[in-house]
T-cell receptor
């Protein structure tokens, strides 16, 4: 059973560029959440998708947007990259209700120069 | 003030020691409490998951939740060098579509 997978593993962009990160949830999971983890910090919630809709959003600007596909996979898009967007971007999957916990992927490390 | 406070460490202990990791929080609405282990440049791995107050044990790991004090703990018995990692506490409210709120993580170093 494959866990949560993310691609790419790492990438380097320059300020002002746009980036798309991808996530496939764990088998049986239909809810995907995205988190940003800066160096030395805990993950910060960006947003959560269920049934192809954004269900909840954290305190991130509109430059951060997402999408969920019918197969439950998801994309995170960041426009107009800033140096401060450099971080590990984590995807977590779960079922939306009850006691189920969130399982994380290995993350995509984004460096903005 | 952050919703979840966690000492960043590092915490250095010898192999075989009992390790105590802690978090405090301010939001009384939190009902689900988790501990994740994160190795360098990897994603967090779920270790323990508890609901409301009480204790939960799994092998060498014990999680405690004291909601009256807004304080949670993770104990690791017979610590091993392979336990060296960053330990993140996380919590969420008692309804669906709720985000996890994390502490900053405590870096643990277990020396042989």
């Amino acid at each position: 059973d494959a866990g949560v997978t993310q691609s790419p593993t790492h990438l380097i962009k320059t300020r002002g560029q746009q980036v798309t990160l991808r996530c496939s949830p764990k088998s049986g999971h239909d809810t995907v959440s995205w988190y940003q983890q800066a160096l030395g910090q805990g993950p910060q919630f960006i947003f959560q998708y269920y049934e192809e809709e954004e269900r909840q959003r954290g305190n991130f600007p509109d430059r951060f947007s997402g999408h969920q596909f019918p197969n439950y996979s998801s994309e995170l898009n960041v426009n107009a990259l800033l140096l401060g967007d450099s971080a590990l971007y984590l995807c977590a999957s779960s079922t939306p209700v009850g006691l189920d916990e969130q399982f994380f992927g290995p993350g995509t490390r984004l460096t903005v120069l | 003030q952050k919703e979840v406070e966690q000492d960043p460490g590092p915490l250095s202990v010898p192999e075989g020691a009992i390790v105590s990791l802690n978090c405090t929080y301010s939001n009384s609405a939190f009902q689900y409490f988790m501990w994740y282990r994160q190795y360098s440049r990897k994603g967090p791995e779920l270790l323990m998951y508890t609901y409301s107050s009480g204790n939960k044990e799994d092998g060498r790991f014990t999680a405690q939740v004291d909601k009256s004090s807004k304080y949670i703990s993770l104990f690791i018995r017979d610590s091993q060098p392979s336990d060296s990692a960053t330990y993140l506490c996380a919590m969420r409210r008692d309804t669906g579509f709720q985000k996890l709120v994390f502490g900053t993580g405590t870096r643990l170093l277990v020396s042989p």
